[in-house]
């Protein structure tokens, strides 16, 4: 999810290994001083450390921070394939069916207190999730992590059949591409001889009493290229290289994630030398010159961007229930002037959107019959299409039955950027009869109110940066826009989008028949309008704007992935002064 600065794509079945990916472990080790700075989003910080994250608390910043930490059981690669070097997992084999996957682990990896990565190790960790997205529990989430393959509820049993080698049950035959990266692929396994307190519901509660706790005594043991050192609250959180990591072998020593109170004092950053990895602010693309010492990249993650209204019938003053409606939904994607936003906030960095996968980066499911959209921007239509379905104007309101086309957005703070898309779309959404009053809260406040848990408290929300599909790396739908789905934050619900959803999910095939399934999806949601679409643009992967990096610092670009929208700094070096 991108959420601040603010994540799924398939490819071959298993056998996708890229060789040039391959760990190496011969780098040399770094000197103390080799620090690299990397900027937050404004306003945003890690806040959850456990790599089963809480549905409140489900953001980038949390996923890169627990990548840090923890090697994950599949390592996908930018083309949507499983690179097995760099994965704990050296094999995974489904039967014919599509209902057991046999997992062998690489006895290369290893815990940072020397234990072996283990298969009790992945056991554990497979019915954490699965306890965690079942109804029993009332901890803050209510599935492990979005898309998840065959959802836990599904996932029938994990058994070690040896030291290194888990045999994994599902309940019912699934398309084995979509459950190995939406599935298998969102696990990271945690040390169960730390974490395992004798039952699930004593395991829940020690992991939600440190989950925003990194100096408690269970994040000492990690497998991944980096361990927590310390944190300073709404300053800094400094991490170090894990000298025990089996994998590339990090020359950056020291990591610092810097908090940012507004994208000016993360620019100032940049300008002076403070910050090594940040973003330019759409706001100050005519200043960029001023960046002397670094360099500007222009990436697209796999993703889509949209306003998320709150269809509940308990969304206050009765919106949720004009929500509900596509006519209305598709009255406001007309007043969404997607090109005006991408030639006057984003310097022509952006393209169109109205599916839940974006034309770029390219990737095998985009369905190019989409690049037209079907709700173009024209408020005269979106005006005429509310009149012909019963709406009338009332003192510059759209009314009908009681119900008023007014309401909150709630939008991330800090950034200029967004304040000026919002701003533009109150603008031409009033020469619909939309009226919308616009409210700056922290990204965590954004986010946290936003869900279905109480929908009472929002209309609209906008935390900045729309979806990006991590770890859910299959893009099906599943886990967003089928029904009561955990990331469904909206209440979006319709029987037909989730046939298509589970086509897509459950039913193996040949390429034609799964890419005919994908298309199908996406051209429904196309037509319904789930979410309101807006433009998907460049984006930074640690923050909002383009990326920058200080230009004796290399591999930030070529080593982001734009499937993960991950950022490796083990595989950074810093040359230089």
Not at 201 to 209: E, R, Y
Request: proline letters at 6%; a positive charge.
């Amino acid at each position: 999810m991108k959420t601040s600065g603010i994540s799924l794509v398939g490819a071959t079945l298993l056998l996708g290994s890229l060789s040039a990916c391959g760990a190496t472990t011969g780098a040399p080790q770094a000197s103390a001083n080799q620090t690299v700075v990397i900027a937050e989003a404004p306003q945003s910080s890690p806040n959850w450390f456990f790599p089963i994250i809480g549905s409140t608390a489900s953001s980038n910043t949390n996923i890169q921070t627990d990548a840090l930490m923890y090697k994950p059981l599949l390592f996908i690669t930018s083309h949507g394939t499983i690179n097995y070097h760099r994965s704990l997992a050296s094999s995974i084999h489904a039967n014919a069916k599509g209902t057991v996957y046999t997992v062998h682990l690489n006895p290369k990896w290893h815990w940072s207190n020397g234990k072996r990565v283990s298969a009790k190790d992945l056991v554990f960790t497979f019915n954490l999730f699965k306890y965690a997205a079942g109804t029993s529990t009332s901890l803050p989430w209510s599935y492990a992590w979005s898309g998840i393959g065959g959802l836990p509820q599904d996932w029938q049993s994990a058994v070690a059949t040896g030291p290194e080698t888990v045999t994994i049950t599902v309940s019912k035959p699934v398309n084995p591409e979509w459950f190995m990266l939406n599935g298998l692929g969102q696990i990271s396994p945690v040390p169960a001889s730390v974490w395992n307190q004798g039952s699930l519901i004593k395991d829940m509660a020690l992991i939600k009493s440190v989950s925003n706790t990194p100096s408690a005594r269970q994040y000492r043991v990690v497998d991944g290229p980096y361990r927590f050192q310390s944190m300073k609250p709404n300053l800094e959180w400094t991490f170090v290289a894990n000298s025990r990591y089996d994998g590339h072998k990090a020359t950056i020593q020291k990591l610092v994630l810097q908090y940012e109170t507004s994208t000016q004092n993360e620019f100032l950053g940049l300008k002076n030398g403070t910050v090594q990895v940040g973003y330019l602010p759409a706001t100050s693309w005519g200043a960029r010159k001023q960046l002397t010492g670094d360099t500007l990249s222009t990436p697209y993650i796999l993703g889509y961007n949209f306003l998320q209204p709150n269809l509940s019938p308990r969304a206050p003053g009765g919106v949720g229930t004009a929500f509900s409606h596509a006519y209305v939904r598709q009255a406001l994607e007309m007043g969404i002037n997607q090109k005006g936003i991408i030639n006057s906030l984003f310097h022509g960095h952006g393209v169109v959107e109205d599916a839940p996968i974006a034309s770029k980066p390219p990737t095998k499911f985009y369905d190019p019959a989409l690049s037209k959209p079907l709700y173009p921007f024209n408020p005269a239509a979106g005006k005429t299409l509310l009149e012909n379905h019963g709406w009338h104007l009332q003192n510059g309101v759209m009314r009908k039955n009681g119900v008023a086309l007014q309401f909150t957005l709630l939008y991330m703070s800090g950034d200029p950027t967004l304040t000026n898309e919002v701003s533009l779309i109150k603008s031409s959404w009033a020469q619909e009869g939309i009226q919308v009053n616009l409210q700056a809260e922290t990204f965590s406040s954004v986010i946290g109110t936003a869900n279905q848990s109480d929908p009472t408290k929002w209309q609209m929300a906008f935390w900045g940066g729309g979806w990006t599909y991590e770890p859910d790396f299959y893009p099906s739908g599943d886990g967003l826009l089928n029904s009561g789905a955990g990331a469904n934050f909206g209440g979006y619900a319709n029987s037909h989008m989730d046939t298509l959803i589970n086509a897509t999910t459950n039913l193996t095939g040949t390429s034609a028949q799964v890419t005919q399934r994908m298309n199908a999806y996406l051209t429904y949601a196309a037509q319904q309008v789930p979410v309101i679409w807006l433009p998907w643009t460049s984006s930074s992967y640690v923050g909002t704007g383009f990326p920058e990096h200080a230009k004796n610092l290399h591999g930030t670009v070529s080593t982001f992935n734009l499937v993960t929208d991950l950022f490796y700094p083990n595989r950074w070096t810093l040359r230089g002064s």
